[in-house]
């Protein structure tokens, strides 16, 4: 077995953990971060408190394959279509894909407290999109600029929800 293809199911293992861990103190530690801005019906945390759960499940997954991949890899099974991907050279570009993907995910952070939710929400999209290969970017991008406008509306008007609008035009 080869030592790019344990380096990266370590690297898996890792990752996937930190996650879990992390969106499980986010989720411990949200009431306290969350301004309450609009009176409302229900906690101001409610919807991020949802989001948190979601994530954390999917965190549980992300460690439950990768302590899978971890168990065939001690084990000496590695399935086919891993070694496939690694003897082609593909796992490494999987893995660049995904920094590339968490990269874009920072800049929608800072992006957010900067010009706000809906002035990055649809270029963060037509990124995202791209890198997965988007073909009639003209079509997505009026989706994502449409989609965003009526999040923000659902937001206020039902949900009773401030996105944030950014320190530049807020």
């Given amino acids: 077995m080869g030592r790019l293809l344990r ?3 370590w690297i898996e293992a890792g990752i996937s953990l930190f996650l879990m ?4 103190y986010f989720y411990c530690h949200i009431d306290g971060w969350v301004i309450e801005s609009m009176p409302s019906t229900i906690s101001p945390a409610f919807f991020p408190s949802i989001v948190t759960i979601v994530l954390i499940a999917m965190s549980v997954l992300l460690v ?7 168990r065939h890899m001690l084990a000496g099974t ?3 279509e891993r070694l496939e991907l690694q003897e ?6 999987r893995f660049v894909a ?6 874009i995910l920072f800049l929608y952070l800072i992006g957010l407290e900067y010009v706000g939710f809906v002035f990055s929400t649809p270029v ?4 995202v999109s791209v890198m997965l290969g988007l073909r009639h970017w003209l079509i ?9 406008l009526a999040l923000d509306y659902v937001a206020f008007h039902f949900m009773q929800i401030i996105l944030p609008t950014g320190v530049l035009f807020g």
């Fill in 98 to 103: 995904l920094a590339g993907y968490v990269g």
């Fill in 140 to 148: 997505g991008i009026v989706c994502y600029v449409l989609f965003t």
């Fill in 64 to 70: 439950g394959f990768a302590l899978r991949a971890l």
């Fill in 21 to 24: 861990l992390f969106f499980i």
């Fill in 124 to 127: 963060v999209m037509f990124l």
């Fill in 88 to 93: 082609g050279g593909e796992e490494a570009g």
């Fill in 78 to 80: 590695v399935d086919d």
């Fill in 7 to 9: 380096r990266n199911v």
